[in-house]
C-alpha cells in the first residue's frame, strides 16, 4: 500500500503542526476539526509557520505554495473517507479518541490505517472499539512536529506487522522523520523517560528544596539538557504532563509516576504554561 492521502483528526497545535509535515512532503491532506472557527485558526498558524520557513530561506516560495495547495479542511468526518492514513490527533481524553476511532472505522475504507498521536494511551484499547485492532498503530509526533525530528511508532499485541512497517516507512521515507519503535505500554519510550525526571524536579520545587530557576539552570548547565525539566513542562502543558503522570501510575502503578499534588493544584487552577500564559513560569 502507498500512503497517498492522510486524513488529521484535529487542527490544534499536534495536528497543524503535523498537517504541515504531510503537506510539505508532498502528501494530499485534509484536517478535520469542530467547526469554521477552529479551522480559520489553524488555517492561520500554518500559513504563519510556512511563511516563516520561507523568510528564513529553509522553504522555496514555490514549495509554501504547493504545500498550501495540498491542504483542506472539513469540519464533516466522513469526508475523510478517501484516507489511505488518518492521523487522531486530539486532546489526550480516552473516551473521545475511542469515540473518534469507532466512527472512522465505518467511515474509511477497509485498507486504511487509524493512527493516534497519543502520547500515553496504550493502543490496545483505542483500536479495540474498531473492527480493525490490526490496523490501528501508534504515530506520536513531538511538539513542535515541524522541527522536532522525532516520530514513536507504536505497535500492539495484534498489529499487523506489514501495517506497522508500512507506518514507519511512511514516516522515515517521506516525512524525513527519525522513527523508533516500542510496544503498547503508557508513555511508550519518552514520556516513560521524561515523566518521571520531570515530576520528580516539581517535588524538588514544591517541598523547598531549590527555586524553580535553579532547578532549570542546573540541568541545562550540568546536564547538558536544551531546557530546564519545569520549563519544558510549561511548553508541553500542564495539564498533558498530569494526565500523561496518572496514565503512567495507573499502568504501572509505581511511586515515581505519580503526579504531584502541585501540579493537579495548577491545572486546577488554569495554569497550564505556556499555551495559558502562567505555569510555572510568567509568560504574559
Do not use: C, G, M, P
Given at each position: 500500500m502507498t500512503i497517498e492521502r492522510v486524513g488529521i483528526i484535529g487542527g490544534g497545535q499536534m495536528g497543524g503542526g503535523i498537517a504541515e509535515v504531510c503537506i510539505k512532503a508532498g502528501i494530499t491532506t485534509k484536517v478535520f476539526d469542530i467547526d469554521d472557527d477552529a479551522i480559520a485558526l489553524?488555517?492561520?498558524?500554518?500559513?504563519?509557520s510556512l511563511s516563516k520557513a520561507v523568510e528564513r530561506g529553509k522553504l522555496d516560495p514555490a514549495d509554501a505554495d504547493a504545500a498550501i495547495d495540498r491542504l483542506s479542511?472539513?469540519?464533516v468526518l466522513d469526508e475523510l473517507a478517501?484516507?489511505?492514513?488518518?492521523?487522531?490527533?486530539?486532546?489526550e481524553n480516552e473516551d473521545l479518541k475511542k469515540d473518534i476511532f469507532t466512527k472512522l472505522d465505518s467511515i474509511v475504507g477497509d485498507g486504511a490505517i487509524l493512527a493516534s498521536n497519543t502520547s500515553s494511551i496504550p493502543l490496545t484499547r483505542i483500536g479495540s472499539v474498531t473492527n480493525r485492532p490490526e490496523r490501528v498503530v501508534g504515530m506520536h509526533f513531538f511538539n513542535p512536529a515541524p522541527i522536532m525530528p522525532l516520530v514513536e511508532i507504536i505497535s500492539t499485541v495484534v498489529s499487523d506487522q506489514a501495517v506497522v512497517d508500512e507506518v514507519a516507512t511512511f514516516a522515515s521515507e517521506t516525512l524525513g522523520k527519525t522513527v523508533v519503535r516500542a510496544s503498547d505500554r503508557a508513555g511508550f519510550i519518552v514520556n516513560m523517560l521524561l515523566v518521571p525526571y520531570a515530576v520528580d524536579a516539581m517535588r524538588m520545587y514544591e517541598s523547598g528544596f531549590a527555586s524553580k530557576e535553579d532547578i532549570d539552570a542546573g540541568m541545562v548547565n550540568g546536564a547538558g539538557y536544551p531546557m530546564g525539566p519545569l520549563a519544558l513542562s510549561d511548553l508541553i502543558g500542564l495539564d498533558t504532563m498530569l494526565f500523561v503522570a496518572e496514565s503512567l501510575f495507573e499502568e504501572f502503578r509505581e511511586p515515581?509516576?505519580?503526579p504531584p499534588p502541585l501540579l493537579r493544584r495548577m491545572v486546577e487552577a488554569g495554569l497550564l504554561g505556556r499555551k495559558s500564559g502562567r505555569g510555572f513560569y510568567d509568560y504574559t
Open positions: 489553524s488555517q492561520t498558524r500554518i500559513t504563519k479542511f472539513v469540519t478517501d484516507s489511505d492514513l488518518v492521523i487522531e490527533a486530539v486532546v515515581r509516576y505519580a
